[in-house]
DNA sequence: AATGAATGAGGATTCATTCAT
DNA sequence: GATGAATGAATCCTCATTCAT
């Protein structure tokens, strides 16, 4: 399937460096069969974006419906992040690859979604700091810390051999958990 | 000079999206010229990476004769680092733009120095947790961890108007610090 | 047909000051459809040379097979090589510009042709010495000497407005029999 | 001196794949240097060329104003030629590299000479038609004939380790003269 | 007069996109 | 609908020539 094969390769080599030709012959059909389906690189690559957060919407969508305490939305959803990357290695490298650069200008689901969650967090720290049992700090840069610590240990596990990403992710909320503690 | 105006453009659009001869137009030179100092694209993009973190370094070796404590070393690194890229946002955006892949297979000083700082703060850590101060995490994921978050604090800064960056930096050491302290 | 256009470009031009545009020119066909179909320039090079030289190495081996007498050997033969390069002048133009050095490093079909055949005058040459019939000359030189004087003929030909090429063959022929006899 | 330093490097590499910085280097000046005496590349050739072929016109002239008989013209003529070529072997590449082709339209004194030389050649071999002893032969043809075998026999020499050129010599004209003898 | 840094037109090659089959 | 050959604009790099010092 085409999004399959493109996702393979823009993960593999970024998007600028991915040929389409690459994809057809990854999808094993013609190049102008992709041209059918998806009217040029860009638009493809959004797809293969937005399809690919797609199933991690769903689970947070669940979560957030969930109405669970700060504390477990910040455990569950950070283990559905890190699973999900870890799963599903090929957007994790796409993410690191394209996110960063504003030359796609991506205005895609994906980004959307990264947002909404970060949005979540920021809730819920708002709502610790009023309840009184978080410090007194910008709520935005601690949840994108938050976000990022969860990076690490996507990153890490993807390097390494062993799965140690329960210990680590335990190692990141006790860290950030207890230090935004009050 | 070239080396200026291949930062401006190279952090305007990344590598792979950037016209050497943009970076003539904004150079205000002959396309030819850039030539005749750089053989290659790629070779004047290392150029100008490692011109770039030259500055850091010398502030980061200064630090490391020092023989500061843990938490001092921590302190005036991270602020070092985020007050670097505040301060040069253009490599704050290569770093951003091309750091992440390997694309570019950058075997240049700026990735040694990155990995220098953050092997600094792995045995900083191993330190602290024989001498029992520190809990027992693996010393890898919570130096990047730090490492992150103060990625956190400069991004969050380039997008903001107010200049909260003393105040960011010590909320992310706050966390950080109490977050790893036994 | 790209080699068709190909030879007459080269041979007009030579290797060095041909485009390759000019060539999609004069194919009437666009520049990345030549690049579809040969790997570069030179690849395209080489394949005019090789192809143009089936024909002529068709004959050559037709008439080694057929084991004739030196005198006939030589005869036929030159008569092949005059006619093959009057016939395909632009192949000929080739062969002046681009052999005599080697610039390009043609390990081409052509060039293995042409030793081939001189090696066959060498060998023819060698038996009439030991035979007794031929003077006891350097026969590599003696057969380059031939086919250099074939060249004349060629190349006076090639200037020419009438057809002298039968009584031209004629005349370096005898020239050569007779002088190279006992 | 300049002219020396292009011989060597045109000889080298040919007009087209010949840089003027090459030619600066070998002549350790600065390239300006060279255009504050030659107006352009192609200038510089032709006087490198012209300036070669003056030594070899002066023995020519000499040889022509001796009033030889033809069988002495023919030798001493086609001596002088090989020998000059063998001595300098820098415009013997020349020749063979840049002649051929007309890309450079050489209208200099060098192709001139050429054509005196052929010249010189054709009203001897007429002479000897009228006189009887030689054969009636197109002398356009046997005069490019016997200036070709020279060639051969300066490709040869410049091949080889051995100095053979006085046998070669011998050889090809006996050849000729034998073979053109009535 | 000598220099060599600067120039920019020119050339080989790539690749997203089109379109005839 | 599928294909992949054809296209040519775009890009990296070269090098003959100029010109300020």
Same mark, same amino acid.
């Given at each position: 399937?085409?999004?399959?094969?493109?996702?393979?390769?823009?993960?593999?080599?970024?998007?600028?460096?991915?040929?389409?030709?690459?994809?057809?012959?990854?999808?094993?059909?013609?190049?102008?069969?992709?041209?059918?389906?998806?009217?040029?690189?860009?638009?493809?690559?959004? &797809?293969?974006?937005? $399809?690919?957060?797609?199933?991690?919407?769903?689970?947070?969508?669940?979560? $957030?419906?969930?109405? &669970?305490?700060?504390?477990?939305?910040?455990?569950?959803?950070?283990?559905? @992040?890190?699973?999900?990357?870890?799963?599903?290695?090929?957007?994790?490298?796409?993410?690191?690859?394209?996110?960063?650069?504003?030359?796609?200008?991506?205005?895609?689901?994906?980004? $959307?979604?990264? @947002?909404?969650?970060?949005?979540?967090?920021?809730?819920?720290?708002?709502?610790? #700091?009023?309840?009184?049992?978080?410090?007194?700090?910008?709520?935005?840069?601690?949840?994108?810390?938050?976000?990022?610590?969860?990076?690490?240990?996507?990153?890490?596990?993807?390097? &390494?051999?062993?799965?140690?990403?329960?210990?680590? #992710?335990?190692? #990141?909320?006790? #860290?950030?958990?207890?230090?935004? @503690?009050?």
């Amino acid at each position: 399937m085409i999004l399959n094969a493109a996702l393979k390769v823009f993960a593999r080599s970024g998007y600028e460096a991915t040929d389409v030709d690459d994809i057809a012959r990854e999808a094993q059909i013609g190049k102008g069969t992709i041209y059918r389906h998806y009217p040029s690189k860009r638009d493809l690559f959004v &797809a293969v974006v937005d $399809r690919g957060f797609d199933q991690l919407r769903c689970q947070m969508e669940d979560l $957030r419906d969930k109405d &669970a305490s700060f504390e477990d939305m910040v455990r569950i959803g950070i283990k559905q @992040q890190v699973d999900f990357f870890i799963n599903n290695p090929d957007y994790w490298r796409i993410l690191m690859l394209e996110k960063p650069d504003c030359r796609l200008n991506l205005d895609s689901e994906a980004v $959307r979604l990264h @947002q909404r969650f970060g949005q979540g967090l920021v809730e819920g720290i708002k709502k610790g #700091i009023s309840a009184g049992y978080v410090k007194k700090i910008d709520p935005v840069l601690a949840a994108f810390s938050l976000m990022s610590m969860a990076a690490v240990v996507v990153e890490k596990h993807l390097q &390494a051999k062993k799965d140690t990403r329960k210990k680590d #992710i335990s190692s #990141i909320l006790d #860290i950030f958990l207890r230090g935004i @503690q009050k």
